[in-house]
């Protein structure tokens, strides 16, 4: 990549980010408002159901990000592209955020709802070991960043920890565990009330948002350093 392309690329990525900026408070004030304010309480669980505002959203994100980074890694081992390895770079701290915040909110929604904070559900265990996953790409970048057998590292990370993304997905039905089957279907009817579902998908807008705008900055962060460094070797 030439000096030109990393600077259009800086150009775009600052367009949308001020894009993002422009629209991310007005987004947040709505999808609060719905989710602390407009939504109903649960008949059970009282206010102690909006939590599910913030641990639902960053659940799907947590799997998503680990999805998109196993692609991306197993793509530039095969076609060696540098722009996949700086993206896969870029989200696994994104990922490991949202997953830790996933845990974190399961945690303090299961206190009040099963009894306990913590329980080796098959549900709770898996995100467990997902985020262990991010902690490994993450490590891996660190340690190995100046080596060649870095490709096939990550490969290997991203092969044993996509056997995981399944397990968390099903585990509700393959086991007996405290969490709930699906409430949200794409292909089937969902059984979550819209009252509660706009304010779900609203949440979920907000931290994509958020997901957005630091991905763009740690990506532009990754491309000033790489800029640097070939200006260096000139």
Same mark, same amino acid.
């Given at each position: 990549?030439?000096?030109?392309?990393? @600077?259009?690329?800086?150009?775009?990525?600052?367009?949308?980010?001020?894009?993002?900026?422009?629209?991310?408070?007005?987004?947040?004030?709505?999808?609060?408002?719905?989710?602390?304010?407009?939504?109903?309480?649960? %008949?059970?669980?009282?206010?102690?159901?909006?939590?599910? %505002?913030?641990?639902?959203?960053?659940?799907?994100? @947590?799997?998503? #990000?680990?999805?998109?980074?196993?692609?991306? $890694?197993?793509?530039?081992?095969?076609?060696?592209?540098?722009?996949?390895?700086?993206?896969?770079?870029?989200?696994?701290?994104? @990922?490991?955020?949202?997953?830790?915040?996933?845990?974190? $909110?399961?945690?303090?929604?299961?206190?009040? $709802?099963?009894?306990? *904070? *913590?329980?080796?559900?098959?549900?709770? $265990?898996?995100?467990?070991?997902?985020?262990?996953?991010?902690?490994?790409?993450? #490590?891996?970048?660190?340690?190995?960043?100046?080596?060649?057998?870095?490709?096939?590292?990550?490969?290997?990370?991203?092969?044993?920890?996509?056997?995981?993304?399944?397990?968390?997905? %099903?585990?509700?039905?393959? *086991?007996?565990?405290?969490?709930?089957?699906?409430?949200?279907?794409?292909? @089937?009817?969902?059984?979550?009330?819209?009252?509660?579902?706009?304010?779900?998908?609203?949440?979920?807008?907000?931290?994509?948002?958020?997901?957005?705008?630091?991905?763009?900055?740690? %990506?532009?962060?990754?491309?000033?350093?790489?800029?640097?460094?070939?200006?260096?070797?000139?």
């Amino acid at each position: 990549m030439d000096f030109f392309s990393f @600077g259009k690329i800086i150009v775009y990525i600052d367009k949308f980010i001020k894009f993002i900026n422009s629209i991310f408070f007005l987004v947040l004030i709505i999808g609060l408002s719905f989710a602390l304010i407009i939504s109903p309480i649960d %008949y059970l669980q009282g206010d102690t159901v909006r939590i599910m %505002y913030v641990h639902v959203p960053s659940a799907w994100i @947590g799997l998503s #990000i680990f999805s998109m980074m196993a692609i991306g $890694t197993l793509l530039n081992f095969v076609f060696k592209i540098k722009n996949l390895y700086l993206f896969v770079k870029s989200l696994a701290p994104i @990922g490991l955020l949202f997953t830790c915040l996933s845990i974190v $909110t399961g945690s303090l929604w299961g206190k009040p $709802t099963w009894g306990t *904070w *913590w329980a080796w559900d098959a549900r709770l $265990t898996s995100m467990l070991i997902l985020m262990l996953f991010y902690v490994f790409f993450i #490590i891996a970048f660190k340690i190995f960043k100046e080596s060649e057998n870095l490709p096939k590292i990550l490969s290997a990370i991203s092969i044993l920890g996509i056997v995981n993304i399944p397990i968390i997905k %099903y585990s509700v039905e393959w *086991w007996s565990t405290l969490h709930q089957p699906a409430s949200i279907k794409i292909l @089937g009817s969902s059984s979550i009330h819209s009252s509660m579902l706009v304010p779900l998908f609203l949440m979920l807008l907000v931290l994509l948002l958020y997901c957005a705008l630091i991905f763009l900055m740690k %990506y532009k962060t990754e491309i000033i350093k790489i800029k640097k460094q070939n200006i260096k070797r000139l």
